[in-house]
């Protein structure tokens, strides 16, 4: 029984050395290597100030530590945010750690995660059909 104890130490643990609060979202996603290869389209799952979590409509084959930029828009606002692969999640999910992010960006991605945090899941659910517009950034 001490199994499932340890089990749950672990998961608070990599809660709590998260510098950032993750927030659930549901938005269409491009991701494009720094390196020119194939472009993924996917779903966010996950966003935080840090980084996000894509869920790819394919298999995801480039490993970790490979340089991209993911595109998404959320709120009516385009985001294209370059960060690095830091792990993946099964075979078409993978983490991406945001870098060196501009500090208009910071700020106007802290507004949209702090409306996020506020709104219901249903809400956010809606967000993929303003992904129509993506040409404004």
């Keep these: 029984m001490a199994?499932?104890?340890n089990r749950s130490v672990k998961q608070e643990a990599g809660a709590e050395r998260?510098?950032?609060p993750r927030h659930v979202v549901d938005c269409q996603a491009a991701v494009f290597p720094v390196s020119g290869a194939?472009?993924?389209?996917?779903?966010?799952?996950?966003?935080?100030?840090?980084?996000?979590?894509?869920?790819?409509?394919?298999?995801?084959?480039?490993?970790?530590?490979?340089?991209?930029?993911?595109q998404f828009q959320l709120?009516?606002?385009?985001?294209?945010?370059v960060g690095v692969v830091v792990g993946t999640r099964g075979a078409k999910s993978f983490a991406v750690?945001?870098?060196d992010l501009p500090t208009r960006r910071r700020d106007q991605l802290a507004e949209v995660l702090a409306e996020a945090a506020a709104r219901t899941p249903a809400e956010t659910a809606g967000e993929p059909s303003a992904?129509?517009?993506?040409?404004?950034g």
């Design 97 to 99: 750690r945001f870098l």
């Design 18 to 20: 998260r510098k950032f």
């Design 131 to 136: 992904n129509a517009a993506s040409s404004e």
């Design 38 to 70: 194939v472009q993924l389209q996917g779903t966010l799952s996950d966003l935080s100030m840090g980084g996000c979590l894509v869920v790819a409509n394919q298999r995801y084959t480039a490993g970790i530590l490979v340089r991209v930029e993911v």
């Design 3 to 5: 199994a499932p104890q």
């Design 75 to 81: 709120q009516g606002i385009v985001f294209r945010i």
